[in-house]
């Protein structure tokens, strides 16, 4: 299993806050009022690179730099890992190469070669990426940064122990999966801190993989992996994720695109806030499972807010019924 105890946890959270001082969790009433549940959202898309993403890079480039790593480092990605390691690598004096897929985020891939990355477009999907990466790091003697991996875990999962330490005790919290960090670190603070709460991961229709795999309690591949929450896009699973997920994890459940833009529709009407395909997956999630919460109090993830304006626009001009926020269907015409 790859979980991170409360002290490593610790240490990877004093490193975080060297550079940035944590996130918020809010309550927001019109959404609570909205899911018929008090819940609770955790505000990765107010980090350096709008995800949570950075602070596991942070945590993988400084114990890199510390053993003496110097050749540069190479990885693949979809964005927010890609940003996360080009930051923390420019910060540690490293040179860093982001893989990116053909049609990749144009926003993303801006953000990568802001942050300080050679950017390199090759593939059809993460996983071809992932592969062109692996053989370049083998040519041209650069060391491979994974997007699953201890050290991402351990500095991922500071957001988990910031969110169960500052809001009220919660019995559920949904957490999207992509390759695994994220949630694998959300179950490294819940334990660590001795809490009840019950995860649940989210995964999208068209990119079932580790929904699947939770399933069959092995890692289960498939052969495509195409939604609009583009950093949920795997198709091979790790089994060492799978095996954290498996043991510790109450539920995955799976949501479609169409759930996934109407919570980004519900982000921006009920909060004002962004959030990109994967950071609206688990309000979707929440949204479709509201029915057997009430008197609970929830959690939900906004991992990120990095969505290209062309595809955030089209979303938001769709409308939903009942779109109005300030709705009561009990309130009565004034005269």
């Known amino acids: 299993m790859t979980t991170v105890s409360k002290q490593k946890l610790e240490e990877a959270a004093d490193l975080v806050y060297g550079v940035f001082k944590g996130t918020p969790q809010y309550n927001w009433p019109l959404l609570s009022k909205r899911c018929g549940v008090e819940v609770w959202v955790k505000h990765e898309n107010h980090t350096p690179i709008g995800a949570f993403k950075v602070r596991g890079g942070l945590v993988f480039m400084n114990d890199y730099k510390k053993n ?8 693949a990605t979809r964005g927010n890992h890609g940003q996360s390691i080009a930051l923390a690598a420019a910060r540690a004096g490293v040179k860093s190469t982001i893989v990116v897929p053909e049609g990749n985020s144009l926003e993303k891939n801006a953000a990568m070669k802001a942050f300080g990355g050679e950017l390199v477009v090759h593939g059809h999907d993460f996983q071809a990426s992932a592969e062109y990466a692996m053989a370049r790091a083998q040519d041209e003697g650069l060391d491979m940064v994974p997007s699953f991996d201890s050290r991402l875990v351990q500095g991922v999962g500071t957001y988990g122990l910031e969110f169960f330490m500052n809001a009220p005790e919660l019995d559920r919290v949904y957490v999207p999966i992509g390759l695994g960090s994220g949630i694998c670190g959300v179950v490294s603070a819940r334990d660590a801190l001795g809490l009840k709460t019950k995860v649940y991961g989210v995964v999208m229709e068209g990119a079932p993989a580790y929904g699947l795999s939770f399933k069959a309690g092995k890692a289960v591949p498939t052969n495509t992996a195409e939604t609009i929450a583009d950093g949920m896009a795997c198709r091979v699973p790790v089994p060492e994720a799978v095996e954290t997920i498996c043991k510790s994890v109450e539920d995955v459940v799976t949501v479609s695109d169409e759930d996934v833009k109407h919570a980004m529709r519900v982000y921006y009407t009920h909060t004002h806030n962004i959030a990109e395909g994967a950071g609206a997956a688990p309000l979707a999630a929440l949204l479709n499972d509201r029915e057997g919460l009430q008197g609970k109090r929830a959690g939900v993830v906004l991992s990120g807010g990095n969505i ?13 019924p009942g779109a109005d926020p300030g709705a009561d269907p009990s309130a009565v015409p004034a005269h």
């Open 68 to 75: 003496g790593g110097t050749a540069g480092v190479i990885t």
């Open 308 to 320: 290209d304006m062309p595809l955030f626009m089209s979303v938001l001009s769709e409308t939903d």
